[in-house]
């Protein structure tokens, strides 16, 4: 049973990290003909395509890909507790799918920190991947930058915003009920 339950969680969580990566490639207008960038909207496309005939974006937020993230955390809380036998009551499934789905997206923004940060010392500048992960972090970054002292070269941003990210996450913890189970 727990062996199905990782599984499921597994692929629920990791598509899900991939619709939020095409929702915010889209919102921050990074490179679609990058790479990396491809690899999301052809891993996406199949479902995005017709429920963007129904939901049309608004402005620079694509909702197809908004409510397909939505679904994914609903059902994901949907699906768990059929494996589990176990029942939770509809509104408390949507609740923690929607804080799924919030979590997630700050857990993704933590893993392009990071990976942004290793390509950083690995492949100075010259990497696709690191390009599009740039044009992804760099409006969270870019302001703490403009708050810290010149340190001669030495990036403390990334950092900051992961300390940022975890007192954040250990906040939400404690004001939000279920945060902890999501």
Partial sequence: MNAMIFLVSTIFKLY?????LRLWLQSARADF????SQFIVKA????LAPMRR??????????????????LGIGFWFVIPLIAEQSLEPMLQ????????????GMLLFWVLLLRAILSW???GRNPIEYVMQQLTEPFLSPIRRVLPDLGGIDLSVLVMFLALNFINILLSD????????
């Fill in 94 to 105: 949507v609740y923690l799918g929607v804080l799924t789905v919030i979590k997630e997206a």
């Fill in 16 to 20: 899900l990290m991939v619709v939020l």
């Fill in 122 to 124: 690995i492949s100075q």
């Fill in 54 to 71: 129904a939901l049309p974006s608004v402005g620079s937020l694509d909702t197809a890909s908004l409510v397909l993230a939505l679904l």
């Fill in 33 to 36: 003909y990058n790479p990396f």
């Fill in 44 to 47: 996406t496309q199949p479902v």
């Fill in 175 to 182: 004001l939000v009920p279920y945060w902890g189970m999501v």
